[in-house]
């Protein structure tokens, strides 16, 4: 076997685990934005967003792996698990190590979502934009590959892109703020007439023969929408 073999293992799986922690943040932001749709219900489109946490999760771990079986550069448990461990560029590891446990942190509660507050989750769920930063620095800094054009192409195209995104979710006025500047009474007001309708209906569509007994005594009827009664006045 070649001595560069889990070298080349190690720095392939580690572009790979990066180009799709951007993945994923881009998918989730295009999910949270709308910018897939108004309402996107296809199970698939977030089903892409979890493949591909899980996916950058797997390729991380194998990136990692490589790096222990590599004797080119030694790296111990302590380096990959503890930052500021590794002797070799303290820094730029570092930068990974971070990013490793806030992936993780991210990828364990997303699997019982379910399970934890809705406050708690979203807060954890919003560190992957901290992982897609810092896994951006340690491959530009500790990669061997850091000079290769197309990395640092995709590496600065990506930034802008999650920039306007973010800047349209945070700005942008949501639907349902919007439904809630309406006033309350102007949208009862217009489920009023309908109402009416529907009282209307049930007098015109009754039987002919029960409601003729009440045919001369019945003068008016009276559809007050306000407080949702009939009232009706009949001659004494």
Known sequence: MNEQFWWYVSRSAGIAAWALALASVLWGIALATRALGPNPKAPWLLDLHRHLGGLTVLFTGIHMGALVADTYVHFG????????????????????????????????????????????????????????????????????????????????????????????????????STRDRVPASARAARTAPEADRLVVGAFSTGSSTALAPLADAVRTVDLESRNGRVATRGQP
């Open 77 to 176: 448990l302590a380096d990959l698990l503890v930052p500021f461990a590794s002797p070799w560029k303290t820094g730029a590891v570092a930068w990974g190590v971070i990013a490793f446990w806030m992936l993780l942190a991210v990828e364990l509660t997303s699997l019982v979502r379910n399970r934890l507050p809705k406050r708690l989750w979203h807060g954890v769920h919003l560190t992957s934009y901290l992982v897609a930063v810092l896994a951006t620095g340690h491959m530009l800094t500790a990669g061997t590959d850091a000079e290769n054009p197309l990395l640092q192409v995709v590496a600065f195209v990506w930034v802008p892109i999650t920039v306007f995104f973010l800047l349209y979710r945070w700005l942008a006025p949501s639907r349902r």
